[in-house]
């Protein structure tokens, strides 16, 4: 084992440097999932930025606690899904959702930029406290 790294408490071959790895797949496939829903949702069907951040980030955060109890931590008892179901969308859900619509709408205000790249922004500078989340509340043994 290297220095700084220490072994993850559900899988013992699993590190967490591997498990920040995973956590940011499943994330980009999560994110590519909202940006696509963002873009309908605004484009398409019309809806305000922020009904549309809301809809795409809850879109997206499904998704990713789907691909997280399969991929990112998939050794942990089935039987308390239920219990980091409703912690991750209370957590990491309620924390995506704020913080996407506001630094969204903040940045397109800022820079005039379109809304699917100032939700980039929003994405980027959340990935950080998203994974301490997940990992050390949501996804805990």
Do not use: K, Y
């Amino acid at each position: 084992m290297r220095t700084g790294e220490r072994v993850a408490r559900t899988e013992p071959h699993v590190t967490d440097r591997t498990r920040w790895v995973r956590f940011n797949i499943v994330g980009v496939m999560g994110f590519a999932l909202q940006t696509v829903t963002l873009s309908l949702l605004v484009r398409w069907a019309g809806l305000s930025t922020g009904l549309a951040v809301t809809v795409a980030v809850l879109v997206a955060v499904s998704h990713n606690f789907l691909w997280h109890e399969h991929f990112t931590w998939p050794s942990l008892p089935r039987e308390d899904r239920c219990r980091r179901w409703v912690s991750f969308h209370v957590s990491t859900g309620i924390l995506s959702v704020l913080s996407n619509v506001g630094t969204t709408v903040l940045v397109m205000a800022a820079t005039g930029l379109s809304v699917v790249v100032a939700n980039v922004v929003a994405v980027v500078m959340m990935s950080l406290v998203n994974f301490w989340v997940s990992d050390r509340v949501v996804f805990r043994e």
